[in-house]
């Protein structure tokens, strides 16, 4: 499974088209976190994916899953990892270098 790093220029458009594929379909996906100081933490397991969105004004990628919505401020980075033509995880860095894994459970 190769990863591949979008560019910041098309992470609205991409994200907007990505959550319009999940509509109607029951996604489930896992949150975990990574970082350096701390340990790795999962946020959220089998948790159902609404959409994502990319706010280019204020900087935040945004992962809504019911009653959990995770905010990921000032990526640096995002990059996919595909699977049978699908995406299978998500990866961000944010501002402070922490890795932000989202990961579904099918591709998707």
């Not at 560019?7 to 109607?24: H, L, M, Q, R, T």
């Not at 995406?87 to 501002?95: A, N």
Request: proline content about 6%; charged content about 35%.
């Amino acid at each position: 499974m190769a990863e591949k790093c979008i560019v910041p220029a098309e992470w609205k458009e991409y994200f907007d088209n990505f959550s319009k594929k999940i509509k109607g379909a029951s996604e489930k996906v896992e949150i975990e976190l990574v970082a350096p100081s701390v340990e790795d933490l999962k946020e959220g397991k089998n948790l159902p994916l609404i959409g994502i969105s990319y706010d280019p004004k204020d900087k935040v990628l945004s992962v809504f899953c019911g009653d959990l919505d995770h905010i990921i401020e000032k990526p640096q980075e995002i990059c996919v990892e595909e699977e049978d033509g699908g995406v299978k995880t998500i990866r961000t860095t944010d501002g402070t270098g922490m890795e932000h894994f989202i990961k579904l459970a099918k591709p998707l």
